[in-house]
T-cell receptor, first 115, second 114 residues
Framework: EPEVTQTPSHQVTQMGQEVILRCVPI?????FYWYRQILGQKVEFLVS????????KSEIFDDQFSVERPDGSNFTLKIRSTKLEDSAMYFC?????????????FGPGTRLTVL | GDSVTQMEGPVTLSEEAFLTINCTYT??????LFWYVQYPGEGLQLLLK?????DKGSNKGFEATYRKETTSFHLEKGSVQVSDSAVYFC?????????????FGPGTRLSVLP
């Protein structure tokens, strides 16, 4: 069964450093998403991406964040200068354009720890 | 804006007990409703979904019925197992909005004791 994959599973970085979180969505999906979950808190939407551009973003997704689909398979989230409060689990998701377009398939997450 | 409210727990049950986790929502459109489950140390997995009023989603013994009149999507299971211990998230997605992000509830932690 096709699945969304994410790498790395755990990333530790120093405050102020740049990090790139990587995701490989399901191959025939066209819509891509990033969410985050601070430890013990709810899952929060960050950004959605379609047709090589951002379609929607939340207040959390400020200028420190960017997303990119550098090739036909990867979807990345970059945080330019990490802050302590960026420590969270980051989930990538994807969905298709068919009948189930509103069902999103989630990856296993990348745990980001900012020291 | 759209929102999801669910009982916050934690919920602790004995094995074979009946489970109900309440979920209510507010939405401007006609949302699809979902329950996702997060097992310890893992990501989010779709448990079940319903895309229109009176639909019943079911999977692995869990059920939830889309009640438009009460704007609810309560999760139930007749007999829980220790392996059901996880965090359960109710979520909605507005039907008709391509690329619409999900709105998640705060999650309910379930612990099932042997």
């Amino acid at each position: 069964e096709p699945e969304v994959t994410q790498t790395p599973s755990h990333q530790v970085t120093q405050m102020g450093q740049e990090v790139i979180l990587r995701c490989v969505p399901i191959s025939n999906h066209l819509y891509f998403y990033w969410y985050r979950q601070i430890l013990g808190q709810k899952v929060e939407f960050l950004v959605s991406f379609y047709n090589n551009e951002i379609s929607e973003k939340s207040e959390i997704f400020d200028d420190q964040f960017s997303v990119e689909r550098p090739d036909g398979s990867n979807f990345t989230l970059k945080i330019r200068s990490t802050k302590l409060e960026d420590s969270a689990m980051y989930f990538c998701a994807s969905s298709d354009e068919g009948q189930n377009y509103n069902e999103q398939f989630f990856g296993p997450g990348t745990r980001l720890t900012v020291l | 804006g759209d929102s999801v409210t669910q009982m916050e727990g934690p919920v602790t049950l004995s094995e074979e007990a009946f489970l109900t986790i309440n979920c209510t929502y507010t939405a401007t459109g006609y949302p699809s409703l979902f329950w996702y489950v997060q097992y310890p140390g893992e990501g989010l997995q779709l448990l079940l979904k319903a895309t229109k009023a009176d639909d019943k989603g079911s999977n692995k013994g869990f059920e939830a019925t889309y009640r438009k009149e009460t704007t609810s999507f309560h999760l139930e299971k007749g007999s829980v197992q220790v392996s059901d211990s996880a965090v359960y998230f109710c979520a909605l997605s507005d039907l008709g909005n391509y690329g619409q992000n999900f709105v998640f509830g705060p999650g309910t932690r379930l612990s099932v004791l042997p």
